[in-house]
Nanobody, 114 residues
Framework: QVQLVESGGGLVQPGGSLRLSCVAT????????MSWYRQRPGEGRELIAQ????????DYSDSVKGRFRIARNNGLNTLYLEMNSLTPEDTAVYFC???????WGRGTQVTVSS
């Protein structure tokens, strides 16, 4: 059974940093491209970062480029999102997803507020 479990969210002050993790089980993680999405209050899900199966290719939305970094450890079946210079506009539920499949985690809440 496919499972994606996100963690690492929380409350952080503007300008702060967080690192999200997503542990994957039930599918060949090292053969799968992965993505991070977020859903701000009252909005739809937004694709913010993607990474290829080997971690050699990445892509970012303009809203996070230069502040966020997606990474993966195939030995640990884990996807990461390092988030820096956070602003209140980054407040959202963050989800990981297996590319080309409707495999989603339940999300982790990130709140940026002073």
């Amino acid at each position: 059974q496919v499972q994606l479990v996100e963690s690492g969210g929380g409350l952080v002050q503007p300008g702060g940093s967080l690192r999200l993790s997503c542990v994957a089980t039930g599918f060949p993680f090292r053969e799968s491209g992965m993505s991070w999405y977020r859903q701000r209050p009252g909005e739809g899900r937004e694709l913010i970062a993607q990474i290829g199966d080997l971690g050699m290719t990445t892509d970012y939305s303009d809203s996070v480029k230069g502040r966020f970094r997606i990474a993966r450890n195939n030995g640990l079946n884990t996807l990461y999102l390092e988030m820096n210079s956070l602003t209140p506009e980054d407040t959202a539920v963050y989800f990981c997803k297996r590319n080309n499949y409707q495999h989603w985690g339940r999300g982790t809440q990130v709140t940026v507020s002073s």
